[in-house]
């Protein structure tokens, strides 16, 4: 089946980085495009960026523009995000997916604060 693993939350310091991590399977992860979401209680999940499968084409939203960098590696499976220059608003729970409609693993939690 497929599943998504999410890795690399913690607490930073505003300004600071992380890097997220997504181990994928059930799929065939290199013919897929991949994402990464976030969530805040009570708000809605929001997509903050996209990779093409080859990992040439990338999308972000504007709240992360410039700040995130999402990679892949498609000989482990995996998508990264890097976070830079940090900010309080990304704090939220970070998941990874193809899209919409696959089962959601169970993210990890990213807080901003000093």
């Known amino acids: 089946q497929v599943q998504f693993v999410e890795s690399g939350g913690g607490l930073a310091q505003p300004g600071g980085s992380l890097r997220l991590s997504c181990v994928a399977s059930?799929?065939?992860?290199?013919?897929?495009?991949m994402r990464w979401f976030r969530q805040v209680p009570g708000k809605e999940r929001e997509m903050v960026a996209s990779?093409?499968?080859?990992?040439?084409?990338?999308d972000y939203a504007d709240s992360v523009n410039r700040r995130f960098i999402i990679t892949r590696d498609n000989s482990v499976n995996t998508v990264y995000l890097q976070m830079n220059n940090l900010k309080p608003e990304d704090t939220a729970v970070y998941y990874c997916?193809?899209?919409?409609?696959?089962?959601w693993g169970r993210g990890t939690q990213v807080i901003v604060s000093s």
């Open positions: 997916n193809t899209g919409w409609d696959n089962p």
């Open positions: 059930g799929f065939t992860f290199s013919q897929s495009q």
């Open positions: 990779i093409s499968r080859t990992g040439l084409g990338t």
